[in-house]
């Protein structure tokens, strides 16, 4: 798989990638290495414990990583969730809505997560 095949299977944007990475071996090791990055744990960590620091801190920790990774889907839904939870902030969202919302993210999230191993199983 290539890493342009890569982000079409994950809802993200090569050339947004780019932008911030511009050569294709940054970009490679820096999305493998998000099988590492905890901050989704984190997130579902935290929302289990009802701790809202916490759900702010993981999901806006997300909103950019994501981003500058061009997984804009990923971003998109980690930003809802962080600004939900942004200190001063009414919250907008119902408990169904967060709990629907933090699924899909979870979901979207261990899909793409499938994904980059695959594509690391292929580099090596």
């Keep these: ?14 050339e947004a990638a780019r932008r911030i990475l511009p050569m294709d071996t940054l970009i490679s090791k820096f999305i493998i290495r998000l099988l590492s990055d905890g901050s989704c744990g984190r997130l579902m960590e935290a929302y289990a414990h009802d701790d809202a620091r916490g759900i702010f801190e993981a ?5 950019g990583v994501y981003a500058n990774l061009g997984l804009l889907e990923l971003s998109s839904m980690s ?8 200190p001063g902030k009414e919250r907008k969202m119902t408990d169904g809505e967060l709990s629907a919302h933090i699924a899909a ?15 690391e199983a292929e580099q090596d």
Excluded: V
């Design 79 to 86: 930003s809802a969730i962080a600004e939900e939870f942004r």
């Design 1 to 14: 798989m290539t890493l342009q095949e890569l982000y079409g299977r994950i809802g993200g944007s090569y």
């Design 59 to 63: 999901a806006h920790s997300m909103k």
């Design 105 to 119: 993210l979870d979901e979207k999230y261990r899909a793409a997560m499938a994904a980059i191993r695959q594509f």
